[in-house]
């Protein structure tokens, strides 16, 4: 059983940069996907980046350009770098685990963290 700790949230001026963190434990067999999620206060948790066991990534339009997925020589650390951060990017950001694929819904994942907080302001 894959289990996932999201570490690396916090405060940060609008313009500033974070990078989060999701350390994966356990034994998985073929292929998965790690992505990243976010929900703001009142809002549905939404797809932000994922990257396939292959290497291939996918990212919501809105973080394009400013949001980079990438992940450890040893596959065991999955990172979200954020740069151009924005008060809208304010969330608890989630890391899921899924051996269907890689994509933006959140039914393709089985397995969650407990989620960092991110916030953006000045």
């Known amino acids: 059983q894959v289990q996932l700790v999201e570490s690396g949230g916090g405060l940060v001026q609008p313009g500033g940069s974070l990078r989060l963190s999701c350390a994966a434990s356990g034994s998985n067999s073929g292929h998965y996907g790690i992505g990243w999620f976010r929900q703001a206060p009142g809002k549905e948790r939404e797809g932000v980046s994922c990257?396939?066991?292959?290497?291939?990534?996918i990212y919501a339009n809105s973080v394009k350009g400013r949001f980079t997925i990438s992940r450890d020589n040893a596959k065991t650390t999955v990172y979200l770098q954020m740069t151009g951060l924005k008060p809208e990017d304010t969330a608890v950001y989630y890391c899921?685990?899924?051996?269907?694929?890689?994509?933006?819904?959140?039914?393709?994942?089985?397995?969650w963290g407990q989620g960092t907080q991110v916030t953006i302001s000045s």
């Open positions: 990257v396939f066991s292959t290497g291939g990534t």
């Open positions: 899921a685990f899924s051996t269907t694929g890689c994509g933006l819904n959140r039914s393709l994942y089985d397995i």
